[in-house]
């Protein structure tokens, strides 16, 4: 009996024990993983302490460094594609100041940006005008309206001109930070973004193969990008627009346009000249890059397996109209007393004539000569611009002609 009990207490004594191990190694490796974390945490603080990665601001993380050079050119000290400008404005000058994504910014340099073009085509009338070049690449309106408030509006410009790219200014996905703040967890944001940019890349390889039409593989992931971006050009079976009668659609579509309204309000408050320019995208004016993105539409979002917005669009989507958002943009705009010049039928019409591309293949910005076309598209509608018209007349001492061609 004695034989058993001490068997069996040595049996229990070994459970206890294995538990005991089991125990200790599950929180070792709690404390490993800690202290690993705590460490990564240390070393990304000290070495990165004003990386931009880590910030949710698109005004930090995607705003240029101060002096650094880009090709032969060097930004200014506010990190602008720019000349250097003194903020005390030179007497008879009027001053334009420029905000928007990397369309202001540019894809060609300084010297071939179009609004280095515009401001010289201007200044060809004799007067004296400057265009502050104030583009930062990834933002969106939410970031144009901070951006004026917080640096715009010291330069005291006389007119402020917003650059509205229809390819993405138009929030598809409500995913804008509108209060952007530092992370608590630098760590933590390094994986998250490095779980995003792998999901990205899974999505794209499950899909990239099912492209159709002879399209050459660099082609493949600009295409890919296009297909899901196509809802806001979307007509349902009865011919309406869902980026104005689908109810999410439409709340993403007032909300690209409330900072544009903001910055009105802020302009009217300052006495201000305030004008929205609509930039097209490349698929709304070149057919041949349209023909290659539709031939692949459904049948790439409509196997999604994450059943994206785009999805839901794509199932109730019958044609499309690359128009739409131009003309809601332009109509909204304008009942809100928002001066608008749209680009869309210029750019359209060009591409109806004359084979030679004003965007970068595979990219989406314009090319030097869409610089240029953008440019001279832009001068005639700005030269009739009442505030610049009574400018005009101003330093001249003359009454300004009632029209410039």
């Known amino acids: 009996m004695g034989t058993t009990q001490n068997a069996e207490n040595i049996k229990e004594l ?3 024990s294995k538990k005991r191990k089991v125990f200790f190694y599950i929180i070792m490796l709690f404390v490993a993983m800690l202290l ?3 460490s990564s945490e240390g070393i990304l603080r000290i070495f990165f302490k004003d990386a931009k990665v880590f910030s949710d601001d ?6 240029g460094k101060p002096h650094a050079k880009v090709g032969d050119f060097k930004l200014n000290s506010k990190g602008f594609m720019d ?14 100041l420029a905000i928007g ?17 515009l401001e010289n085509y201007l200044n060809d009338a004799g007067k004296n005008f400057e265009i502050l070049n104030m583009g930062i690449p990834g933002t969106e309106p939410p970031e144009y309206h901070r951006l004026l408030q917080q640096d715009g509006m010291s330069y005291n410009p006389d007119m402020v001109v917003v650059f509205f790219y229809v390819g993405n200014d138009i929030v598809l996905f409500l995913n804008k930070n509108m209060t952007p703040e530092k992370p608590v967890f630098y760590t933590l944001r390094l994986v998250e973004q490095a779980y995003k940019a792998i999901t990205k890349l899974n999505l794209w390889k499950i899909y990239s193969g099912k492209l159709d039409g002879g399209i050459v593989k660099d082609e493949k992931q600009y295409i890919f990008r296009k297909i899901y971006n196509l809802g806001k050009y979307m007509l349902d079976g009865s011919k309406q627009s869902l980026l104005m009668f689908d109810p999410k659609f439409s709340q993403r579509y007032w909300e690209s346009l409330a900072p544009l309204l903001n910055i009105n309000n802020l302009c009217k408050d300052k006495g201000i000249e305030f004008v929205v320019v609509l930039i097209p995208e490349d698929i709304q004016v070149d057919p041949k890059l349209a023909e290659a993105v539709l031939k692949n539409y459904k049948s790439i979002v409509l196997q999604d397996p994450n059943k994206t917005y785009s999805y839901d669009l794509a199932k109730k989507g019958e044609s499309f109209d690359f128009s739409i958002p131009n003309k809601a943009l332009g109509t909204d705009l304008k009942r809100y007393g928002i001066q608008v010049i749209d680009l869309y039928d210029s750019f359209a019409g060009y591409y109806k004539t004359d084979t030679n ?16 076309f953008a440019a001279r598209s832009l001068l005639g509608p700005l030269l009739k611009n009442a505030d610049i018209v009574s400018f005009m007349g101003r330093v001249s001492n003359t009454p300004a002609p009632a029209d410039f061609n």
């Open 83 to 96: 000349v250097e400008i003194q903020k005390e404005k030179a007497r008879g000058t009027y001053r334009i």
């Open 36 to 38: 690993t974390f705590l």
């Open 357 to 372: 591309n004003l965007y970068i293949p595979f990219d989406g910005h314009w090319n030097e000569r869409g610089n240029d």
């Open 58 to 63: 698109k005004l930090i993380r995607h705003k």
């Open 101 to 117: 994504d990397s369309f202001v910014y540019g894809a060609v340099g300084y010297e071939k940006n179009f609004l280095t073009l």
């Open 14 to 16: 070994d459970q206890i």
